[in-house]
Protein backbone atom coordinates (compact mmCIF):
# COMPACT_ATOMS: atom_id res chain seq x y z
CA UNK A 1 0.00 0.00 0.00
CA UNK A 2 1.28 3.42 -0.73
CA UNK A 3 0.19 7.38 0.41
CA UNK A 4 1.25 10.03 -1.68
CA UNK A 5 0.30 13.94 -1.36
CA UNK A 6 0.43 16.30 -3.80
CA UNK A 7 0.12 19.19 -1.77
CA UNK A 8 0.96 19.97 2.34
CA UNK A 9 1.30 16.84 4.14
CA UNK A 10 -2.04 16.66 6.26
CA UNK A 11 -0.78 14.14 8.95
CA UNK A 12 -4.36 13.95 10.63
CA UNK A 13 -6.15 13.06 7.28
CA UNK A 14 -3.26 10.47 6.75
CA UNK A 15 -3.29 9.01 9.80
CA UNK A 16 -7.54 8.34 9.94
CA UNK A 17 -6.58 5.75 6.48
CA UNK A 18 -3.34 4.40 8.00
CA UNK A 19 -3.30 0.52 8.93
CA UNK A 20 -2.39 -1.21 11.91
CA UNK A 21 -0.61 -3.54 10.85
CA UNK A 22 3.04 -4.45 10.17
CA UNK A 23 5.33 -2.85 7.82
CA UNK A 24 7.73 -0.06 6.19
CA UNK A 25 7.51 3.71 6.21
CA UNK A 26 9.63 6.07 3.61
CA UNK A 27 9.60 9.90 4.97
CA UNK A 28 10.38 11.88 2.35
CA UNK A 29 10.97 15.61 1.74
CA UNK A 30 9.78 18.62 -0.19
CA UNK A 31 12.69 17.75 -3.03
CA UNK A 32 11.32 14.20 -3.19
CA UNK A 33 14.00 12.47 -1.21
CA UNK A 34 13.73 9.79 1.06
CA UNK A 35 15.01 11.05 4.57
CA UNK A 36 14.09 7.96 6.54
CA UNK A 37 13.22 4.31 6.67
CA UNK A 38 11.75 2.81 9.50
CA UNK A 39 9.81 -0.24 10.19
CA UNK A 40 6.68 -1.13 12.60
CA UNK A 41 4.78 -3.84 14.29
CA UNK A 42 1.81 -1.40 13.94
CA UNK A 43 2.17 1.01 11.54
CA UNK A 44 -0.25 3.34 13.01
CA UNK A 45 0.89 3.87 16.38
CA UNK A 46 4.83 3.95 15.30
CA UNK A 47 4.30 6.82 12.90
CA UNK A 48 1.85 8.68 14.84
CA UNK A 49 4.54 8.60 17.14
CA UNK A 50 6.38 11.16 15.38
CA UNK A 51 4.11 14.30 15.82
CA UNK A 52 2.30 13.54 19.63
CA UNK A 53 5.20 12.44 21.26
CA UNK A 54 6.84 15.23 23.18
CA UNK A 55 9.62 13.54 24.48
CA UNK A 56 11.19 13.47 20.68
CA UNK A 57 14.87 13.92 20.04
CA UNK A 58 16.40 16.82 18.61
CA UNK A 59 17.09 14.59 15.29
CA UNK A 60 13.54 13.24 15.41
CA UNK A 61 11.79 16.69 15.55
CA UNK A 62 14.64 18.13 12.91
CA UNK A 63 13.36 15.21 10.62
CA UNK A 64 9.26 15.56 10.96
CA UNK A 65 9.59 19.06 9.82
CA UNK A 66 10.88 18.49 6.58
CA UNK A 67 8.54 15.80 5.98
CA UNK A 68 6.26 16.40 3.02
CA UNK A 69 4.24 13.06 2.27
CA UNK A 70 5.00 9.43 3.67
CA UNK A 71 4.45 6.27 1.82
CA UNK A 72 3.84 2.90 3.37
CA UNK A 73 4.75 -1.06 2.79
CA UNK A 74 2.86 -3.02 4.38
CA UNK A 75 4.26 -6.56 5.30
CA UNK A 76 2.82 -10.26 6.83
CA UNK A 77 5.10 -10.05 9.65
CA UNK A 78 7.28 -7.76 11.61
CA UNK A 79 10.41 -10.27 10.98
CA UNK A 80 9.77 -8.90 7.07
CA UNK A 81 9.40 -5.65 7.67
CA UNK A 82 12.85 -5.16 9.07
CA UNK A 83 14.25 -7.35 6.26
CA UNK A 84 12.62 -5.06 3.88
CA UNK A 85 13.80 -1.68 6.13
CA UNK A 86 16.76 -2.86 5.77
CA UNK A 87 17.23 -3.47 2.15
CA UNK A 88 15.90 -0.19 1.68
CA UNK A 89 19.03 1.31 3.94
CA UNK A 90 21.10 -0.45 2.05
CA UNK A 91 20.21 0.91 -1.54
CA UNK A 92 18.92 4.58 -0.76
CA UNK A 93 21.24 5.48 1.93
CA UNK A 94 18.55 8.08 3.72
CA UNK A 95 20.01 10.73 5.49
CA UNK A 96 18.73 10.54 9.14
CA UNK A 97 19.51 6.41 9.27
CA UNK A 98 22.30 4.62 10.45
CA UNK A 99 23.85 3.40 7.48
CA UNK A 100 26.54 0.36 7.69
CA UNK A 101 29.30 1.34 4.67
CA UNK A 102 31.40 -1.52 4.26
CA UNK A 103 29.59 -4.30 2.10
CA UNK A 104 32.84 -6.52 1.49
CA UNK A 105 32.64 -10.08 2.45
CA UNK A 106 34.97 -11.32 4.89
CA UNK A 107 38.21 -13.66 4.07
CA UNK A 108 38.48 -17.09 4.32
CA UNK A 109 40.80 -20.39 4.32
CA UNK A 110 40.00 -22.66 2.19
CA UNK A 111 41.17 -26.20 1.75
CA UNK A 112 40.35 -28.14 -1.42
CA UNK A 113 38.78 -31.38 -1.88
CA UNK A 114 40.78 -32.98 -4.15
CA UNK A 115 43.69 -35.99 -4.16
CA UNK A 116 46.30 -33.07 -3.08
CA UNK A 117 44.26 -30.35 -1.61
CA UNK A 118 45.41 -26.87 -1.88
CA UNK A 119 45.62 -24.43 1.49
CA UNK A 120 44.42 -20.88 -0.20
CA UNK A 121 42.98 -17.36 0.72
CA UNK A 122 39.26 -16.91 -0.47
CA UNK A 123 36.62 -14.05 -0.03
CA UNK A 124 33.29 -14.41 -2.00
CA UNK A 125 30.41 -17.16 -2.46
CA UNK A 126 31.37 -20.51 -1.30
CA UNK A 127 30.67 -22.39 -4.02
CA UNK A 128 33.79 -24.68 -4.87
CA UNK A 129 33.80 -28.20 -2.96
CA UNK A 130 36.12 -28.49 0.14
CA UNK A 131 36.69 -26.89 4.15
CA UNK A 132 35.88 -23.03 4.47
CA UNK A 133 37.43 -21.84 7.88
CA UNK A 134 36.92 -18.61 9.06
CA UNK A 135 35.75 -16.14 8.60
CA UNK A 136 38.59 -14.06 9.54
CA UNK A 137 38.60 -10.34 10.47
CA UNK A 138 40.80 -9.31 7.16
CA UNK A 139 43.36 -10.19 4.84
CA UNK A 140 46.53 -10.05 6.47
CA UNK A 141 44.82 -12.50 9.15
CA UNK A 142 44.77 -15.03 6.75
CA UNK A 143 47.88 -14.34 5.20
CA UNK A 144 49.49 -14.68 8.92
CA UNK A 145 47.16 -17.61 9.40
CA UNK A 146 48.61 -19.30 5.85
CA UNK A 147 52.21 -18.81 6.84
CA UNK A 148 52.08 -20.29 9.69
CA UNK A 149 50.69 -23.50 8.35
CA UNK A 150 53.50 -23.29 5.66
CA UNK A 151 55.56 -23.79 8.71
CA UNK A 152 53.61 -26.51 10.50
CA UNK A 153 52.38 -28.74 8.32
CA UNK A 154 53.54 -27.86 4.75
CA UNK A 155 50.64 -28.52 2.76
CA UNK A 156 50.98 -27.11 -0.70
CA UNK A 157 49.02 -23.32 -1.32
CA UNK A 158 49.86 -22.85 -5.33
CA UNK A 159 47.54 -22.38 -7.22
CA UNK A 160 46.45 -25.34 -9.61
CA UNK A 161 48.17 -24.18 -12.81
CA UNK A 162 51.60 -24.46 -11.50
CA UNK A 163 50.53 -27.65 -9.52
CA UNK A 164 49.91 -29.77 -12.47
CA UNK A 165 53.41 -28.32 -14.79
CA UNK A 166 56.01 -28.73 -12.55
CA UNK A 167 58.80 -30.98 -13.29
CA UNK A 168 60.94 -30.64 -10.30
CA UNK A 169 60.34 -29.11 -6.67
CA UNK A 170 60.07 -25.14 -6.21
CA UNK A 171 61.51 -22.96 -3.22
CA UNK A 172 59.21 -23.83 -1.32
CA UNK A 173 60.33 -27.04 -1.00
CA UNK A 174 63.50 -26.28 -0.34
CA UNK A 175 62.54 -23.67 2.28
CA UNK A 176 60.96 -26.43 3.94
CA UNK A 177 57.32 -24.91 3.70
CA UNK A 178 56.04 -27.88 1.09
CA UNK A 179 56.54 -31.44 0.77
CA UNK A 180 56.37 -31.15 -3.48
CA UNK A 181 53.24 -33.49 -4.29
CA UNK A 182 53.31 -31.90 -6.97
CA UNK A 183 56.54 -33.94 -8.84
CA UNK A 184 55.46 -37.20 -6.00
CA UNK A 185 57.73 -36.53 -3.18
CA UNK A 186 55.35 -37.65 -1.00
CA UNK A 187 52.56 -40.58 -1.09
CA UNK A 188 49.16 -39.63 -0.93
CA UNK A 189 48.72 -41.22 2.07
CA UNK A 190 50.99 -39.09 3.75
CA UNK A 191 49.96 -35.87 2.36
CA UNK A 192 46.35 -36.84 3.61
CA UNK A 193 47.66 -37.03 7.25
CA UNK A 194 49.04 -33.77 6.77
CA UNK A 195 45.94 -32.30 5.56
CA UNK A 196 43.66 -34.07 8.23
CA UNK A 197 46.07 -32.20 10.90
CA UNK A 198 45.46 -28.80 9.11
CA UNK A 199 41.78 -29.61 9.29
CA UNK A 200 41.91 -30.64 12.88
CA UNK A 201 44.17 -27.53 13.69
CA UNK A 202 41.44 -24.94 12.02
CA UNK A 203 38.38 -26.54 13.98
CA UNK A 204 40.00 -25.81 17.42
CA UNK A 205 41.12 -29.33 18.24
CA UNK A 206 44.85 -28.85 19.05
CA UNK A 207 44.98 -31.10 21.55
CA UNK A 208 43.99 -33.78 19.18
CA UNK A 209 46.77 -32.95 16.67
CA UNK A 210 49.57 -32.45 19.12
CA UNK A 211 48.36 -36.38 20.68
CA UNK A 212 48.45 -37.53 16.81
CA UNK A 213 52.17 -35.49 16.60
CA UNK A 214 53.52 -37.17 19.73
CA UNK A 215 52.38 -40.49 18.46
CA UNK A 216 54.16 -40.12 15.78
CA UNK A 217 57.21 -38.46 17.09
CA UNK A 218 57.42 -41.60 19.52
CA UNK A 219 56.92 -44.04 16.12
CA UNK A 220 60.71 -41.95 15.01
CA UNK A 221 62.60 -42.85 17.96
CA UNK A 222 61.50 -46.42 18.14
CA UNK A 223 62.86 -46.72 14.50
CA UNK A 224 65.81 -44.34 15.94
CA UNK A 225 64.28 -41.62 13.29
CA UNK A 226 66.05 -38.94 15.31
CA UNK A 227 65.83 -36.19 12.92
CA UNK A 228 62.37 -36.67 12.07
CA UNK A 229 61.47 -37.23 15.76
CA UNK A 230 63.17 -33.72 16.64
CA UNK A 231 61.04 -32.63 13.53
CA UNK A 232 57.74 -33.62 15.63
CA UNK A 233 59.30 -31.88 18.81
CA UNK A 234 59.69 -29.09 17.50
CA UNK A 235 56.22 -28.95 16.26
CA UNK A 236 54.87 -30.03 19.41
CA UNK A 237 56.63 -27.07 21.00
CA UNK A 238 54.96 -24.32 18.08
CA UNK A 239 51.97 -25.65 18.83
CA UNK A 240 51.79 -25.34 22.62
CA UNK A 241 53.31 -21.83 22.05
CA UNK A 242 50.40 -20.81 19.86
CA UNK A 243 47.84 -22.49 21.96
CA UNK A 244 49.01 -20.65 24.86
CA UNK A 245 48.41 -16.72 23.12
CA UNK A 246 45.13 -17.81 22.42
CA UNK A 247 42.19 -16.92 24.53
CA UNK A 248 40.48 -20.48 24.59
CA UNK A 249 36.89 -20.54 26.30
CA UNK A 250 35.58 -24.04 28.10
CA UNK A 251 34.03 -25.07 24.23
CA UNK A 252 34.56 -24.74 20.60
CA UNK A 253 31.84 -22.26 20.68
CA UNK A 254 31.39 -20.07 17.02
CA UNK A 255 29.96 -16.53 17.96
CA UNK A 256 30.40 -12.69 17.27
CA UNK A 257 30.82 -10.08 19.53
CA UNK A 258 29.19 -6.64 19.20
CA UNK A 259 30.54 -3.47 21.53
CA UNK A 260 28.65 0.15 20.54
CA UNK A 261 30.32 3.52 21.94
CA UNK A 262 28.97 7.04 20.60
CA UNK A 263 31.17 10.17 21.61
CA UNK A 264 31.25 13.47 20.28
CA UNK A 265 29.19 12.72 17.25
CA UNK A 266 31.15 10.02 16.05
CA UNK A 267 29.40 6.42 16.09
CA UNK A 268 32.29 3.48 16.59
CA UNK A 269 31.14 -0.42 16.63
CA UNK A 270 33.66 -3.12 17.06
CA UNK A 271 32.38 -6.91 16.39
CA UNK A 272 35.00 -9.27 17.78
CA UNK A 273 34.79 -13.00 16.22
CA UNK A 274 35.26 -16.20 18.06
CA UNK A 275 35.33 -18.86 16.18
CA UNK A 276 35.59 -22.81 17.66
CA UNK A 277 36.66 -20.71 21.33
CA UNK A 278 39.68 -18.96 19.95
CA UNK A 279 39.07 -15.15 19.06
CA UNK A 280 40.16 -14.80 15.36
CA UNK A 281 40.67 -10.81 15.84
CA UNK A 282 38.44 -7.77 15.87
CA UNK A 283 37.32 -4.78 13.01
CA UNK A 284 36.39 -1.86 13.64
CA UNK A 285 33.61 -0.09 11.78
CA UNK A 286 32.32 4.14 11.78
CA UNK A 287 28.82 3.75 10.25
CA UNK A 288 27.08 6.93 9.09
CA UNK A 289 25.46 8.01 12.01
CA UNK A 290 22.95 10.68 12.25
CA UNK A 291 23.22 13.54 14.60
CA UNK A 292 21.06 12.76 17.98
CA UNK A 293 20.24 9.47 17.18
CA UNK A 294 20.59 7.22 19.97
CA UNK A 295 22.41 3.44 20.96
CA UNK A 296 19.43 1.46 20.33
CA UNK A 297 19.02 2.81 16.75
CA UNK A 298 22.74 2.14 15.99
CA UNK A 299 21.73 -1.32 17.65
CA UNK A 300 18.96 -1.65 15.65
CA UNK A 301 20.18 -0.48 12.11
CA UNK A 302 23.45 -2.12 12.14
CA UNK A 303 23.15 -5.32 12.98
CA UNK A 304 21.02 -6.62 10.33
CA UNK A 305 22.81 -4.53 7.44
CA UNK A 306 25.62 -5.98 8.89
CA UNK A 307 24.48 -9.35 8.21
CA UNK A 308 22.77 -8.85 4.78
CA UNK A 309 25.85 -7.64 3.50
CA UNK A 310 26.59 -11.09 2.64
CA UNK A 311 28.21 -12.55 6.11
CA UNK A 312 28.20 -15.44 7.51
CA UNK A 313 25.61 -15.62 10.52
CA UNK A 314 26.66 -17.63 13.69
CA UNK A 315 24.96 -19.85 15.98
CA UNK A 316 25.05 -16.65 18.33
CA UNK A 317 25.61 -12.95 19.04
CA UNK A 318 26.48 -11.11 22.34
CA UNK A 319 25.90 -7.47 22.69
CA UNK A 320 27.23 -5.37 24.94
CA UNK A 321 24.50 -3.30 25.11
CA UNK A 322 20.90 -3.59 26.84
CA UNK A 323 18.24 -4.07 23.80
CA UNK A 324 14.73 -4.24 23.84
CA UNK A 325 14.34 -5.61 20.42
CA UNK A 326 16.28 -8.79 20.88
CA UNK A 327 13.15 -11.50 20.54
CA UNK A 328 12.68 -9.57 16.54
CA UNK A 329 16.18 -9.54 15.71
CA UNK A 330 16.54 -13.02 16.95
CA UNK A 331 13.57 -14.34 14.70
CA UNK A 332 14.69 -12.30 11.87
CA UNK A 333 18.62 -13.50 11.51
CA UNK A 334 17.30 -17.27 12.27
CA UNK A 335 15.06 -16.96 9.19
CA UNK A 336 17.40 -14.70 6.89
CA UNK A 337 20.30 -17.59 8.11
CA UNK A 338 18.11 -20.80 8.10
CA UNK A 339 19.13 -22.08 11.03
CA UNK A 340 18.65 -21.10 14.86
CA UNK A 341 20.75 -17.79 15.98
CA UNK A 342 20.99 -16.45 19.95
CA UNK A 343 21.04 -13.32 20.35
CA UNK A 344 22.60 -12.45 24.00
CA UNK A 345 23.96 -9.66 26.15
CA UNK A 346 24.26 -9.01 30.05
CA UNK A 347 26.21 -12.82 29.94
CA UNK A 348 28.82 -14.27 31.74
CA UNK A 349 32.59 -15.91 32.25
CA UNK A 350 34.46 -16.12 28.94
CA UNK A 351 31.41 -14.56 26.89
CA UNK A 352 31.71 -11.16 29.31
CA UNK A 353 35.63 -11.24 29.12
CA UNK A 354 35.02 -10.70 25.18
CA UNK A 355 32.60 -8.57 25.90
CA UNK A 356 35.19 -6.30 28.24
CA UNK A 357 37.63 -7.13 25.07
CA UNK A 358 35.70 -5.58 22.83
CA UNK A 359 34.16 -2.65 25.05
CA UNK A 360 38.05 -1.29 25.61
CA UNK A 361 38.52 -1.79 21.74
CA UNK A 362 35.33 0.10 21.05
CA UNK A 363 36.77 2.60 23.23
CA UNK A 364 39.70 2.98 21.79
CA UNK A 365 38.67 3.21 18.09
CA UNK A 366 36.31 5.97 18.44
CA UNK A 367 38.96 8.00 20.62
CA UNK A 368 41.56 7.33 17.91
CA UNK A 369 38.94 8.56 15.43
CA UNK A 370 38.66 11.27 17.54
CA UNK A 371 41.78 12.19 17.49
CA UNK A 372 42.76 11.87 14.21
CA UNK A 373 39.88 14.26 13.16
CA UNK A 374 41.16 16.90 15.46
CA UNK A 375 44.45 16.45 14.28
CA UNK A 376 43.00 17.08 10.50
CA UNK A 377 40.69 19.86 11.77
CA UNK A 378 43.97 21.67 12.90
CA UNK A 379 46.08 21.68 9.62
CA UNK A 380 43.12 22.67 7.76
CA UNK A 381 42.55 26.32 9.72
CA UNK A 382 46.55 26.29 9.51
CA UNK A 383 46.31 25.45 5.92
CA UNK A 384 43.34 28.35 6.07
CA UNK A 385 46.32 31.10 7.51
CA UNK A 386 49.10 30.30 5.73
CA UNK A 387 47.04 30.77 2.13
CA UNK A 388 44.94 34.22 3.76
CA UNK A 389 41.83 32.50 2.87
CA UNK A 390 38.33 34.07 3.88
CA UNK A 391 36.70 30.71 5.08
CA UNK A 392 37.79 27.54 6.12
CA UNK A 393 38.91 24.76 3.16
CA UNK A 394 36.51 22.09 4.12
CA UNK A 395 36.46 20.20 0.58
CA UNK A 396 39.65 20.70 -1.30
CA UNK A 397 40.12 18.87 -4.82
CA UNK A 398 43.74 18.50 -6.66
CA UNK A 399 44.55 17.58 -10.32
CA UNK A 400 47.62 16.28 -11.49
CA UNK A 401 48.90 14.79 -15.48
CA UNK A 402 50.23 11.51 -15.78
CA UNK A 403 51.65 10.21 -19.28
CA UNK A 404 54.38 8.63 -20.57
CA UNK A 405 56.23 10.69 -23.39
CA UNK A 406 52.74 11.86 -24.51
CA UNK A 407 51.13 8.34 -24.54
CA UNK A 408 48.13 7.73 -22.97
CA UNK A 409 47.62 10.98 -20.93
CA UNK A 410 45.30 11.08 -18.13
CA UNK A 411 44.17 13.81 -15.27
CA UNK A 412 43.48 12.50 -11.94
CA UNK A 413 40.95 14.13 -9.24
CA UNK A 414 41.31 14.50 -6.28
CA UNK A 415 38.93 15.04 -3.22
CA UNK A 416 39.75 15.69 0.39
CA UNK A 417 36.38 16.35 2.72
CA UNK A 418 37.34 17.59 6.53
CA UNK A 419 40.84 16.79 5.84
CA UNK A 420 40.89 13.15 4.95
CA UNK A 421 41.01 11.55 1.57
CA UNK A 422 37.07 11.12 -0.01
CA UNK A 423 38.02 8.20 -2.46
CA UNK A 424 34.23 7.64 -3.50
CA UNK A 425 34.18 11.35 -5.33
CA UNK A 426 37.69 10.76 -6.84
CA UNK A 427 37.51 11.16 -10.78
CA UNK A 428 40.08 10.35 -13.64
CA UNK A 429 39.75 11.72 -17.11
CA UNK A 430 41.24 10.81 -20.17
CA UNK A 431 42.69 13.61 -22.11
CA UNK A 432 41.63 13.73 -25.89
CA UNK A 433 42.47 16.07 -28.84
CA UNK A 434 45.63 18.23 -27.31
CA UNK A 435 48.91 17.97 -28.51
CA UNK A 436 50.94 14.66 -26.90
CA UNK A 437 53.26 15.93 -24.03
CA UNK A 438 51.03 18.97 -23.70
CA UNK A 439 50.54 19.67 -19.68
CA UNK A 440 49.13 22.87 -19.93
CA UNK A 441 46.12 21.84 -21.80
CA UNK A 442 45.90 18.82 -20.48
CA UNK A 443 45.00 20.81 -16.89
CA UNK A 444 42.83 23.11 -18.84
CA UNK A 445 40.74 20.21 -20.53
CA UNK A 446 40.68 17.94 -17.21
CA UNK A 447 39.31 21.37 -14.65
CA UNK A 448 36.83 23.02 -17.63
CA UNK A 449 35.30 19.30 -17.66
CA UNK A 450 35.26 18.73 -14.01
CA UNK A 451 33.39 22.01 -13.25
CA UNK A 452 31.08 22.25 -15.89
CA UNK A 453 29.83 19.07 -15.03
CA UNK A 454 29.72 19.81 -11.35
CA UNK A 455 27.76 23.25 -12.40
CA UNK A 456 25.35 20.87 -14.65
CA UNK A 457 24.23 18.73 -12.03
CA UNK A 458 24.25 21.68 -9.37
CA UNK A 459 26.64 19.97 -7.25
CA UNK A 460 28.72 21.67 -4.61
CA UNK A 461 32.04 23.03 -5.67
CA UNK A 462 35.40 22.59 -4.03
CA UNK A 463 36.65 25.68 -1.13
CA UNK A 464 40.05 25.10 -2.78
CA UNK A 465 41.60 23.89 -6.25
CA UNK A 466 45.08 22.82 -6.38
CA UNK A 467 46.97 22.15 -9.62
CA UNK A 468 49.99 20.00 -9.64
CA UNK A 469 52.52 22.20 -11.25
CA UNK A 470 54.13 25.95 -11.56
CA UNK A 471 52.40 29.10 -12.91
CA UNK A 472 52.24 27.58 -16.70
CA UNK A 473 49.72 25.27 -15.58
CA UNK A 474 48.12 27.72 -13.08
CA UNK A 475 47.07 29.99 -15.59
CA UNK A 476 45.67 27.38 -17.79
CA UNK A 477 43.21 26.35 -14.65
CA UNK A 478 42.39 29.69 -13.51
CA UNK A 479 41.64 30.36 -17.44
CA UNK A 480 39.39 27.14 -17.78
CA UNK A 481 37.69 28.55 -14.53
CA UNK A 482 36.84 32.44 -15.19
CA UNK A 483 35.38 30.35 -18.88
CA UNK A 484 32.98 29.24 -16.87
CA UNK A 485 32.21 31.60 -14.41
CA UNK A 486 34.46 30.36 -11.60
CA UNK A 487 37.09 32.98 -10.82
CA UNK A 488 35.84 33.44 -7.82
CA UNK A 489 36.68 29.62 -6.66
CA UNK A 490 40.23 30.08 -5.10
CA UNK A 491 42.76 28.30 -6.77
CA UNK A 492 46.61 27.68 -6.12
CA UNK A 493 49.46 25.66 -7.78
CA UNK A 494 52.22 23.45 -5.79
CA UNK A 495 55.12 22.05 -7.73
CA UNK A 496 58.56 21.02 -6.75
CA UNK A 497 61.25 23.23 -5.13
CA UNK A 498 64.81 23.88 -6.79
CA UNK A 499 66.47 20.53 -6.14
CA UNK A 500 62.56 18.16 -5.85
CA UNK A 501 62.64 17.75 -1.98
CA UNK A 502 59.72 17.54 0.15
CA UNK A 503 59.69 20.11 2.41
CA UNK A 504 60.74 22.56 -0.66
CA UNK A 505 57.30 23.06 -2.55
CA UNK A 506 56.52 26.24 -4.44
CA UNK A 507 53.09 27.67 -3.76
CA UNK A 508 51.82 29.31 -6.40
CA UNK A 509 49.44 32.00 -6.17
CA UNK A 510 47.50 34.01 -8.69
CA UNK A 511 47.84 37.60 -6.80
CA UNK A 512 51.46 36.92 -5.79
CA UNK A 513 54.20 37.22 -8.86
CA UNK A 514 56.50 34.95 -6.85
CA UNK A 515 56.21 31.42 -5.42
CA UNK A 516 56.29 31.47 -1.45
CA UNK A 517 57.89 28.51 0.49
CA UNK A 518 56.08 27.21 3.75
CA UNK A 519 58.16 25.75 6.72
CA UNK A 520 59.02 22.43 6.52
CA UNK A 521 57.54 21.55 9.60
CA UNK A 522 54.42 23.48 8.91
CA UNK A 523 50.86 21.41 9.31
CA UNK A 524 49.42 23.24 6.14
CA UNK A 525 52.35 22.20 3.84
CA UNK A 526 51.94 18.88 5.22
CA UNK A 527 48.48 18.49 4.34
CA UNK A 528 49.35 20.36 1.10
CA UNK A 529 51.54 17.22 0.33
CA UNK A 530 49.22 14.75 1.23
CA UNK A 531 46.63 15.98 -1.14
CA UNK A 532 49.48 16.28 -4.20
CA UNK A 533 50.71 12.96 -3.55
CA UNK A 534 47.55 11.33 -3.68
CA UNK A 535 46.67 13.41 -6.90
CA UNK A 536 49.82 11.48 -8.06
CA UNK A 537 49.50 8.61 -7.30
CA UNK A 538 45.94 8.10 -8.85
CA UNK A 539 47.19 9.68 -11.85
CA UNK A 540 49.78 7.36 -12.33
CA UNK A 541 47.50 4.46 -11.41
CA UNK A 542 44.97 5.77 -14.07
CA UNK A 543 47.80 5.97 -16.51
CA UNK A 544 49.01 2.19 -16.44
CA UNK A 545 45.72 1.23 -16.80
CA UNK A 546 45.15 3.04 -20.05
CA UNK A 547 48.14 2.73 -21.52
CA UNK A 548 48.28 -1.14 -20.60
CA UNK A 549 44.82 -1.23 -22.68
CA UNK A 550 45.89 0.30 -25.26
CA UNK A 551 48.83 -1.88 -26.02
CA UNK A 552 46.47 -4.95 -25.56
CA UNK A 553 44.06 -3.31 -27.66
CA UNK A 554 44.08 -5.63 -31.13
CA UNK A 555 43.48 -3.72 -34.37
CA UNK A 556 40.29 -5.55 -34.95
CA UNK A 557 38.77 -3.12 -32.66
CA UNK A 558 39.40 -0.02 -34.27
CA UNK A 559 37.52 -1.84 -37.76
CA UNK A 560 33.66 -0.36 -37.47
CA UNK A 561 31.13 -2.88 -37.08
CA UNK A 562 33.47 -5.85 -35.83
CA UNK A 563 32.03 -6.01 -32.65
CA UNK A 564 33.68 -8.73 -30.14
CA UNK A 565 31.86 -11.63 -31.47
CA UNK A 566 32.69 -11.46 -34.84
CA UNK A 567 36.53 -10.82 -33.45
CA UNK A 568 36.57 -13.59 -31.70
CA UNK A 569 34.83 -15.49 -34.45
CA UNK A 570 37.91 -14.67 -37.16
CA UNK A 571 40.83 -15.07 -34.51
CA UNK A 572 39.35 -18.97 -33.99
CA UNK A 573 38.22 -19.04 -37.42
CA UNK A 574 42.34 -18.00 -38.67
CA UNK A 575 43.85 -19.26 -35.05
CA UNK A 576 45.10 -15.65 -34.56
CA UNK A 577 45.73 -11.93 -35.46
CA UNK A 578 48.46 -13.43 -37.80
CA UNK A 579 45.93 -15.55 -40.08
CA UNK A 580 43.71 -12.90 -40.30
CA UNK A 581 46.32 -10.56 -42.15
CA UNK A 582 47.38 -13.00 -44.31
CA UNK A 583 43.54 -13.99 -45.27
CA UNK A 584 42.31 -12.66 -48.59
CA UNK A 585 38.99 -11.30 -49.25
CA UNK A 586 37.28 -14.34 -50.17
CA UNK A 587 38.76 -16.45 -47.04
CA UNK A 588 37.50 -13.47 -44.66
CA UNK A 589 33.97 -13.87 -46.16
CA UNK A 590 34.01 -17.78 -45.39
CA UNK A 591 34.21 -16.55 -41.74
CA UNK A 592 30.46 -16.83 -39.46
CA UNK A 593 29.29 -13.02 -39.20
CA UNK A 594 31.23 -11.56 -41.72
CA UNK A 595 29.67 -10.44 -44.79
CA UNK A 596 31.39 -9.40 -47.97
CA UNK A 597 31.29 -5.69 -47.12
CA UNK A 598 32.85 -6.17 -43.89
CA UNK A 599 35.59 -8.83 -45.40
CA UNK A 600 36.17 -5.19 -47.81
CA UNK A 601 36.65 -3.34 -44.46
CA UNK A 602 38.99 -5.44 -43.19
CA UNK A 603 41.22 -5.69 -46.35
CA UNK A 604 41.38 -1.72 -46.85
CA UNK A 605 42.06 -1.15 -42.97
CA UNK A 606 45.20 -3.74 -43.92
CA UNK A 607 46.20 -2.09 -47.25
CA UNK A 608 46.08 1.14 -45.73
Not at 235 to 262: H, M
Not at 296 to 322: C, K, N, T, W
Not at 399 to 406: A, C, P, R
Request: glycine share 6%; proline share 3%.
Amino acid sequence: MSNQESSAFDIKAFLKQLTELPGVYRMINAAGEIIYVGKAKNLKKRVSSYFTRADNTPKTRVMVSQIERIEVTVTNTETEALLLENNLIKKLKPRYNVVFRDDKSYPYVYLSKEDYPRLAYHRGARKKPGDYFGPFPGAMAVKNSLSLLQKLFRVRQCEDSVFKNRSRPCLQYQIKRCTAPCVNYISKEEYAQDVELTRLFYQGKNEAVIDVLKARMDHASETLEFEQAAYFRDLIASLRKLTEKQVISGGRRNLDVFSFAIKAGIAGVVVLFIRQGKVLGSKSYFPKFPKHATEAELIDSFIMQFYMAGREVPEEIVLSHDYEGIPLLQATLSDFADKKVKVSNNVRSERADWVRLANSNVEQAVMSKLNLQTGQLDKIKQLQKALDLDEVPNRMECFDISHTMGEGTVASCVVFDQGAPAKSLYRRFNIEDVEAGDDYAAIKQAVSRRYARLLKEDQSLPDLILIDGGKGQLNKALDALGELGLSNVQCIGVSKGSDRKAGQELIHRPEQEHPSIMAADSLALHLIQHIRDEAHRFAITAHRQRRGKARTRSWLEEIPGIGPKKRRELLRHFGGLQGVERATHEELCKVAGINRDLAQKIVDYLSD
